[in-house]
């Protein structure tokens, strides 16, 4: 199937390092036409192929139909039932975006041809049109013009070898080895810190591997590993939703590898495993909670967006559900996040939109969301096309500036063994954090 040539909470307000991930993912397309590698076998059944592909393709709609044709910028959101959309786009989604438009080429849904013209449009508008402030770009842009919008922040950034070797990882880090959430001309430096297990191990492993601009290794023992028990399973954790253990590792490929502390992808499998308990736990009060539908994480609701999930139950939880949750976790739960996914297509009709899953809905309540959210819709096309292919990851790892983070970071591949790898299986981290190296 082919179309057309085209005619409050840290993820949201600080994510624009994610276009680095884009922008690095982006180079593959640049290979000439007729030496597209192909796509790996993957473990699973041709139905569960056909219904990835389905989503993946929808997904990519939204990337293509709601970035912009001057631009190449993507939007933040956009209805499911409307026309009329608002001129508000985040780097985050463009980031998301880049990679959406290399996987669609891969899978067919466009062809090079226009896949290539997206793209160099788009790394020209950063390169040549978007406002930066030493190489950081601003998260909230207009998404016709480039032009910074709501006072928005220069966040934790960079991009395709020039915008990427621009980008001053180490002014952030003068004063200290954390980094700061972001900056603004009117505040200066955020008060907040990258400081605990979150989506930042893909930014500090970003900069670490800079050639130009470098961080410090060190900087990399320093923000915390906090250790989390439940139901008996421990892993590396925050006070945080669900997408913290997804976005790092929607490039970052950590299989295998493991650095002084942890193996982080097991501690992924651990996490999403745990998550999905709890929600099983809280069954006796949200009764649409089961093997059938589990997953919260940072979403809309119908009183507005909530950060929320666990476990330790973090905000309002009502019973609504994020698809993104399970969609996010397909490469660590396989079994258990198809089975989610499928349950949503097939009984809850309103949850699906030309564009895949909308952003969540409540079935209690009868509520269904009318939008989808840009990173939300990208954590979820990227995870189900590594799960099928592993493309993401092994583009994404090509970069000299992914292999040097990991190894100046410490990362060094192990024996895993064969009961860790079962998808959908809880398993443990590798050896204990406090075995090798002393937690920060």
């Excluded at 406002?131 to 013009?145: A, E, L, M, Q, Y």
């Excluded at 880090?173 to 893909?202: A, Q």
């Excluded at 009183?303 to 999930?309: A, D, M």
Aim: aromatic share 14%; charged share 20%.
């Amino acid at each position: 199937m082919k179309i057309p040539g085209s005619t409050a909470l840290s993820r949201r307000r600080l994510f624009t390092y994610l276009l680095s991930a884009g922008l690095s993912a982006a180079a593959e397309i640049n290979r000439p036409s007729g030496q597209s590698a192909p796509v790996p076998q993957n473990r699973l059944s041709p139905d569960d192929d056909r219904f990835l592909n389905d989503l993946e393709y929808a997904n990519f709609l939204f990337f293509w139909e709601q970035s912009s044709p001057l631009t190449g910028l993507t939007r933040d959101r956009a209805s499911t039932n409307s026309r009329t959309q608002n001129v508000l786009a985040s780097i985050a989604a463009t980031g998301f975006g880049l990679t959406a438009v290399c996987i669609g080429q891969k899978r067919g849904y466009i062809d090079y041809a226009h896949a290539r013209d997206r793209v160099a449009l788009t790394l020209r508008s950063l390169l040549n049109w978007q406002p930066n402030h030493r190489g950081f770009f601003f998260h909230w842009v207009n998404i016709d013009t480039g032009e910074r919008v709501l006072d928005s922040e220069v966040s934790s950034v960079s991009t395709a070898t020039q915008i990427f070797e621009r980008v001053e990882w180490n002014w952030l880090s003068e004063d200290t080895p954390l980094l700061s959430h972001g900056w603004t001309p009117e505040v200066g430096f955020l008060p907040y810190r990258w400081d605990y297990y979150s989506e930042l191990m893909m930014m500090y492993l970003l900069g670490i591997g800079s050639n130009s601009f470098q961080l410090s290794p060190k900087t990399w023992d320093v923000w915390k590993r906090t250790t989390f028990e439940y139901a008996g399973m421990r892993y590396i954790g925050s006070f945080a939703p669900l997408f913290i253990n997804q976005y790092s590792q929607a490039w970052f490929d950590f299989r295998g590898k493991r650095d002084g502390y942890a193996d982080y992808f097991q501690n992924s499998v651990i996490a999403t495993e745990v998550h999905r308990r709890f929600c099983l736990d809280l069954s006796k009060e949200f009764p649409d909670y089961s093997d059938d539908l589990w997953g919260i994480t940072a979403s809309d609701s119908d009183h507005g967006y909530q950060v929320w999930g666990g476990p330790p139950r973090t905000g309002p939880i009502d019973g609504t559900i994020a698809p993104s949750a399970a969609a996010g976790s397909l490469p660590f739960l396989t079994d258990p996040a198809l089975r989610v996914l499928k349950t949503i297509r097939q009984r809850y009709g309103n949850a699906w939109s030309r564009y895949g899953f909308v952003n969540a809905f409540n079935p209690l309540k009868n509520w269904y969301d009318k939008d989808v959210i840009g990173i939300d819709t990208g954590i979820t096309m990227l995870m189900a096309e590594n799960v099928r292919s592993s493309f993401v990851w092994d583009t994404f790892m090509k970069n000299p500036e992914a292999q040097r983070g990991m190894e100046r970071a410490g990362f060094k591949p192990y024996a895993v063994s064969q009961t860790t790898k079962q998808p959908g299986k809880p398993a443990v981290a590798g050896p204990g954090p406090q075995s090798v190296k002393k937690l920060p």
